[in-house]
């Protein structure tokens, strides 16, 4: 069963920074294209980066480009987001998502954690 | 980048009615259409990939057609385990577009 486990959410002042992880298990991590997908609270969803199954590859919305980098350790089956020079617009939950292979589309999510940036 | 505009934001509907969203995009993108479901507090549901291609495990009642810059979701017959926030997605060359969303709501 494939599994996504986000942490490292919590409260940051602007300008902090924070590094989510997501831990995943039941599938072949490498082979997959992973991502970060937010939603602010009571918003809509917005995708915010992606990275290739090998990490040689990275994505990035134009909202984070500049403060936010992805990672990815294929040896400890775990995605990062490094958050820096955080602003309040970036308080939302943040997903991690396993983009299919073929499909392309996000077809296991985890189940998201908080993040708040507020003074 | 391609923008997706979803319509209507809000839709009130009863059981069994048959209920339909439309989603259009700034630009081409194919068939590479996604629609996913999202109830409170939970992460999203992926119910249908490019554009018309069902999920494994989701009920043939949902359905989505369309192709090039505007697209489809139905609901033939709408069931209490539906109301919730369904939202398309397009994909292209490695980035990603969430349309707004459009609450089901019960009537």
């Known amino acids: 069963e494939v599994q996504l486990l986000e942490s490292g959410g919590g409260l940051e002042q602007p300008g902090g920074s924070l590094r989510l992880s997501c831990a995943a298990s039941?599938?072949?991590?490498?082979?997959?294209?992973m991502n970060w997908v937010r939603q602010a609270p009571g918003k809509g969803l917005e995708w915010v980066s992606g990275?290739?199954?090998?990490?040689?590859?990275?994505y990035y919305a134009d909202s984070v480009k500049g403060r936010f980098t992805i990672s990815r350790d294929n040896s400890k089956n775990t995605l990062y987001l490094q958050m820096n020079s955080l602003r309040a617009e970036d308080t939302a939950v943040y997903y991690c998502?396993?983009?299919?292979?073929?499909?392309?589309?996000?077809?296991?999510w985890g189940q998201g954690t908080l993040v708040t940036v507020s003074s | 980048d391609i923008q997706m505009t979803q319509s209507p934001s809000t839709l009130s509907a009863s059981v069994g009615d048959r209920v339909t969203i439309t989603c259009r995009a700034s630009?081409?993108?194919?068939?590479?259409l996604a629609w996913y479901q999202q109830k409170p507090g939970k992460a999203p549901k992926l119910l249908i990939y490019?554009?018309?291609s069902l999920e494994s495990g989701v009920p043939s009642r949902f359905s989505g057609s369309g192709s090039g810059t505007e697209f489809n979701f139905t609901i033939s017959s709408l069931q209490p385990d539906d109301f919730a926030t369904y939202y398309c997605?397009?994909?292209?060359?490695?980035?990603?577009?969430f349309g707004q969303g459009t609450k089901v709501e019960i009537k």
């Open positions: 630009q081409s993108i194919n068939n590479w």
């Open positions: 997605q397009q994909y292209n060359s490695y980035s990603w577009t």
């Open positions: 990275i290739s199954g090998s990490g040689v590859s990275t």
């Open positions: 490019k554009a018309s």
């Open positions: 039941g599938f072949t991590f490498s082979s997959n294209v």
């Open positions: 998502a396993r983009a299919a292979i073929i499909k392309g589309v996000f077809d296991h």
